[in-house]
Structure formats: C-alpha cells, structure tokens
C-alpha cells in the first residue's frame, strides 16, 4: 500500500470513528477501523486477495 492510500485511510477511519462517536452517523460509522486498521498497518487484504498494488515499483 503506497504512503498516499496510507493516509487517506486513517484520516477517513479516524472521521468516521468521531462522526460515529459524536452520534453524527449511525454505528456504521464504525466501520472506520477498517480503513484505520489497515492504513496503520500497511496491508490490505482486499489488495492481497485481488493481486493488487499501490506501492511504486520499490519492491514494498
């Protein structure tokens, strides 16, 4: 997962955990710790599965 993909994912994970939070979505909002998870954790698995890459050619 390239650095770009990484941080779009834990700013939208972390909105929508607080939107969910502050009772401003429903408790689907919750589903933020997805897109958190795995921007904190550089893996997709979605990616994995369908042979994807966001990465530059580098090798990671």
């Known amino acids: 997962m390239g650095s ?3 941080v779009l ?4 994970g972390a909105v929508l955990i607080g939107l969910a939070a502050t ?11 997805l897109p958190l998870v795995t921007g904190l ?5 979605a990616y994995s599965l369908l ?3 966001t990465c530059p050619a580098s090798g990671r």
């Not at 994912?9 to 939208?12: E, G, L, P, S, V």
């Not at 954790?41 to 698995?45: G, L």
């Open 23 to 33: 009772n401003a979505v429903g408790a689907w909002g919750y589903m933020g710790v």
């Open 9 to 12: 994912r834990i700013a939208a």
């Open 41 to 45: 954790f550089h893996f997709c698995p």
């Open 51 to 53: 042979g994807l890459s």
């Open 4 to 6: 770009v993909g990484r």
